[in-house]
């Protein structure tokens, strides 16, 4: 069967004073029909840029400089603007990695669907309606008339994500190029996306560029893969054969990275009582103009005990509970009922200025450190902060920032830099320093990994417990992924609808799931029957 996508020696130029001359260097690419070609690399291996280019939209500082590129034998570089409008959505569709930037958020979901019918066909307004209903159906979103109507930020992550598809979808294309559709998601959500990518393909006959940098999603849904590094691609096959054969030294140290998913037994640690947590609760209410509107129990009921030096993961979904039971826990929000008992004492009654002088015993580092971090702020200072609002001299703090960088694997002359200078994983990285600034006793670390590359995610695992060691660290760790909870937890506590549903250690519960919930959530898991091959320097 011929390629219905050939990419031939391409290569694209970054503007002068970037990181390197080519974001593309001599690329070469087949994709057949009715075939999943996984694209698999770290951040700035230059896969978002090939898709990009595929599409002919890049940015104008950054040009292709050699190389062809044809679709079903066509060179699509040498189509005028206009013909390259036509050639986007009807014949390449593309899914792209963030819905909601890529969403028009003053638009309905609707609006936005049918606006490919209506540049690109004859179809009337009621046709077009009848089509979007149809594909927000096909790609399996409930209540595909209320979908329609919504805004962007009215749908879940998941939902967004489905509404992309659709869209690209909606005029049948005979190439999609998918650009880490599934990152952060949680694993169901995850596994129904890939499904539907799969079943779409094999219905369609479609061509699938899929670029991740996830392996677990490679095991679950190539055909063949590539990994790039660094704007090259230094391997390429059938998927069977890079993931269980890998030659490269790069692709043997991400695959090397992957958490595996068969947690060995550890000891209980018998410590001291660090947090005793009890009947929390936690629901948030809505006054409508004539009574109670929509209640939501976002924490019920929740009890859990964490030794002192032991780790504890709080697995489950979007929407289960995980991240307003942090905030209870740290008195970001306040809970409703229930007791937080920290070193034998219930923080809950405390006023807000008591809560200050114990608030230090306790420490959050957030799932997104662009976010929680003040971009008008140097970082040191931000790290300081802390100490410098608990009577620290800010020359002392600042120099301990200096320290706590080194201690973290960054540069301690950096502290005189802004959150923008540095990558995901660094910044990820200052979270941690600026939560160790004021000596806490238990690290609270919200989602701290779910959106980093697999070799970066395996490096701040490590960080995070060579610092538990070194430091004497009590840590809850939040995540919706179960290869990162076996990586990281002694125990292990499912939480589904703000409820704790099955709790213990966690290889019993990830090995021999008991409830309903856990089992779902563990069948889920991208690649579960992937087991990644021993290192060779193992």
Known sequence: MSPRLVIDHLSVALPRGADRALALNDISLTIAPNEILCLVGESGSGKSTAGRAIMRLLPPSVRISAGSITLDGADILALSDADMRAVRGA???????????????????GDQIGEVFEVHTTLGKA???????????EVLIPDPQAAARAYPHQLSGGQRQRAMIAMALALEPTVLIADEPTTALDVTTQAQILKLIRDLQHRHGTAVLFITHDFGVVAEIADRVAVMQSGQIVEQGPASDILNQPTHPYTQSLIAAVPSLHPTSRAVVAGTVALAVEGLGKTYGR????????VTHAVRDVSFTLHRGSTLAIVGESGSG??????????LIDADRGSIQLDGQDILPLSRRDWQRHSRKIQMVFQDPFGSLNPRRRVGDLVAQGQVLRGTPRPAALEKARELFARVGLDPEAITRFPHEFSGGQRQRIGLARALAVNPEILIADEPVSALDVSVQAQVLTLLHDLQQELGLTVLFITHDLRVATQIADQVLVMHNGTVVEAGACAEVLNRPQHPYTQSLVQAIPGRHWTPPASPTQ
């Not at 014949?91 to 979901?109: K, V, Y």
């Open 127 to 137: 046709e077009r309606q009848a089509r979007v209903l149809d594909l927000l159906a």
């Open 287 to 294: 006054k409508g103009w004539f009574g109670s509107g929509r």
């Open 322 to 331: 995980k991240s307003t039971l942090a905030r209870c826990l740290v008195r």
């Open 91 to 109: 014949r390449i569709g593309m899914i792209f990695q963030e819905p909601m930037t890529a969403l028009n958020p003053l638009r309905t979901i």
